[in-house]
């Protein structure tokens, strides 16, 4: 009885194993070929440091984004000047001579788009101070972060 059941068990398990092999071996031939595939975004060829001197940029957005915030939740609106104008134009002024040539040009108005809002937005901080205007603003320069994200990513580690 106990080894019949055994029997029976081995048989599932060799089924099993046979479809599970079946299955595998339709699957893309090689993860490149997978990611194509899975990832529309345009890809931008850069080398280390550039890609490395882009990144740091973006971390630096995300850093302006959080000061703002933390300046508008503690209702101190002109907190959230300084964090804003980190993100400002005057960061394009280190950026590596190389890297405009090798950036797309929609890649090019959205990051100029994105620093000219910082600015635009500390600017509101530190005179009106409107809270409401404030968050208005961060919307439209998050919309533009998810547009670039949805359309491009770096190649160059
Ligand atoms: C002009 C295009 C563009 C804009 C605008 C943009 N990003 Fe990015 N960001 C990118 C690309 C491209 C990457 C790399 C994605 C990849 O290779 O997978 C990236 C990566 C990042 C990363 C990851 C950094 C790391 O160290 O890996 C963060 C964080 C980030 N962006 C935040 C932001 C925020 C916040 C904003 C808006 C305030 C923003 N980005 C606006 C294009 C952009």
Redesign the pocket.
Known sequence: MASTSRIIASSILTIALTIGLAVFSLAPPSPATAQDVSDP?QE?KLDPAERAF???E??G??Q??EGVIGALAADRVADAQPSAAK?GMRVMHSVPPTLPTK?PKE?????R??HQA?DALAEEAASMGDKTAVLKQLET??N??N???S?????GR
């Not at 890649?107 to 990051?111: E, I, K, W």
């Not at 359309?151 to 190649?155: A, F």
């Open positions: 975004r931008i882009v990144l740091a973006m971390r957005f995300l302006s984004v993100s950036l890649f090019m108005m959205m990051g788009a994105t910082f320069i998050l533009t972060c547009t670039c994200h359309s491009y990513r770096l190649s």
